[in-house]
């Protein structure tokens, strides 16, 4: 059966459920085909050709990074599970003075989070667990799966985007603080001024009281870098290779993977791991959703994905550029990542102090 382009067709009603609150707006938005197509039709119509790195997790993109979080290679999630197990008590003490939501934002399989989850009921505390995704599919999962295995946290998920979660939480007059989570060194993944904008948007929608806990992969000897974005197993490179599947399944694409290569490299101008899809060779894509042909020359790249590396003081004016004054900073025993805790700086409005006339 042949289907519809995605492009230039009638908007669609989401769905919601009852495990989740959804605070999506169906009918504004563009169903998921079709935000896809869009994104694909922009990055390969730019120069040079680009893919924006959100796309690589579709079910199996997810499962992939799950797989690279367990390899000897990639260091960042072993050193940040243990930042949290050894200073779990003190990141909760930042916001514990009152009842609090531990907010997570891209909870992945949750099981980072459960370390602070886990504090928190040892601390006889009075918390909330509040996982916050753009994903129905995923949230159902984490929170059917906390209730079965955690019975006793109280959770409430948020289907929504990041910035538009913690303000209707902001907007809640329970009293409670949140701890937001934005962990794994996601913030990597955005360029130096897409973080300044996303972090801008999270302090706005953050009161005086919430706390911010943010994952960094610190700059490091160049080969170790290396290593981990390019792994021996290869898992990292089936990872990125996954993108092009997806486009062959969801827009009916028909790239040859056989004709592509994962390429992993080091910027040391930007201080960024940088991927990269290689065409080996001169070829047409055809991606009949979108109703178009792209040509690729011999070697020429896509870029899929940057994961940006900080100094100290990178995160400490990313920090005041944005909004936020750094509390505490945990780095783990070998010093290659660091977890920082950051506090929203809120001025009073002032009184009107001009002259009386
Ligand atoms: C999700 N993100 C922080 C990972 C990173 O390190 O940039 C994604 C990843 N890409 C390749 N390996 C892991």
Not at 219 to 242: C, H, M, P, Q, W
Not at 286 to 301: A, G, M, Q, S, V
Not at 320 to 326: L, P
């Amino acid at each position: 059966m042949t289907r519809p382009p995605v492009l230039g067709v009638p908007l669609n009603d989401a769905k919601t459920d009852d495990l989740y609150l959804d605070l999506t707006q169906s009918n504004q938005r563009l169903n998921s085909d079709q935000e896809l197509g869009y994104e694909v039709l922009v990055g390969l119509s730019s120069l040079p050709k680009r893919l924006p790195s959100h796309l690589i997790y579709d079910d199996r993109g997810s499962e992939l990074f799950q797989r690279i979080m367990g390899l000897p290679e990639y260091y960042p999630t072993r050193c940040e599970e243990q930042i949290l197990r050894a200073y779990a008590r003190e990141i909760l003490n930042s916001v514990a003075k009152r009842p609090f939501n531990i907010v997570d934002l891209g909870a992945g399989d949750g099981k980072k989070t459960m370390i602070l989850v886990e504090e928190a009921q040892r601390m006889k505390v009075d918390f909330r667990f509040v996982p916050i995704d753009i994903s129905a599919g995923a949230m159902r999962g984490l929170v059917s799966r906390v209730r079965t295995e955690h019975p006793d946290v109280a959770i409430q998920g948020l289907v929504a985007e990041y910035t538009a979660g913690v303000r209707w939480l902001a907007s809640q007059s329970d009293g409670r603080s949140n701890l937001v989570l934005f962990l794994g060194s996601n913030i990597g993944n955005f360029d130096r001024a897409n973080a300044r904008g996303f972090l801008s948007r999270l302090w706005a929608s953050m009161r005086v009281t919430d706390r911010l806990l943010i994952g960094f992969d610190l700059k490091k000897d160049i080969d170790r870098l290396l290593a981990a974005y390019n792994d021996s197993e290869g898992v990292t490179a089936e990872f990125n290779l996954n993108l092009l599947d997806r486009l062959n399944k969801e827009l009916e694409a028909d790239f040859d993977r056989s004709r592509w290569r994962h390429f992993g490299t080091y910027n040391v101008f930007s201080g960024a791991m940088e991927s990269y899809l290689v065409s080996m060779e001169h070829q047409t894509v055809h991606i009949n959703r979108l109703e178009r042909l792209f040509t690729f020359e011999p070697w020429e790249p896509i870029h899929t994905e940057y994961s940006y590396k900080y100094l100290p003081a990178d995160m400490d004016s990313l920090a005041a550029d944005s909004g936020y004054r750094v509390e505490a900073r945990f780095l783990d025993q070998d010093g290659w990542f660091s977890d920082d805790v950051w506090a929203p700086i809120k001025r009073p409005v002032e009184a009107d102090l001009s002259p009386a006339e």
